[in-house]
């Protein structure tokens, strides 16, 4: 087996990761969830009208900001839905496993040995808004 086999067996297996599976429900979640989808769609809608206003070349600064503010209002919606929020926990936790995936190989191809790679720490080492590493 060559070593592009053995990395496509690697990810079949990193799909049935229950990271990854739990990703993969938020993300159905999120495709079935009709206000999820509508705010979504008026998202995309206000922030065309915004860069469009934006583009315009006598710019009304007062409809930019109305425009800006809509936006903004609509994004706030959007990552505070509860199938965004799942959603986004979902994908840090994959991102986190990627990245100790890639520290890995990394090290790997600069010579160094990948037995020795740990995972990286998520700590930002502010421990007040810290569920608790111990």
């Known amino acids: 087996m060559d070593i592009i086999d053995q990395v496509r067996a690697l990810a079949l297996e990193l799909q049935k990761d229950q990271r990854y599976l739990v990703l993969e429900n938020a993300r159905q979640m999120n495709d ?5 989808q509508q705010q979504i769609g008026e998202f995309n809608l206000a922030r065309i009208d915004l860069n469009n206003e934006i583009s315009k070349p006598e710019k009304d600064a007062d409809r930019i900001a109305e425009l800006n503010d ?15 929020v799942a959603y986004n926990e979902a994908k840090n936790e994959v ?28 700590c930002g080492g502010d421990c007040a808004g810290c569920s608790g590493c111990h």
């Open 32 to 36: 079935a969830d009709e206000e999820l």
């Open 95 to 122: 991102d986190q496993l990627m990245q100790y995936i890639n520290a890995i190989l990394v090290t790997a191809v600069n010579g160094g040995d990948p037995m020795t790679v740990e995972e990286p720490s998520s």
């Open 70 to 84: 809509k936006v903004r209002k609509i994004y706030g919606d959007i990552m505070s839905n509860e199938s965004m």
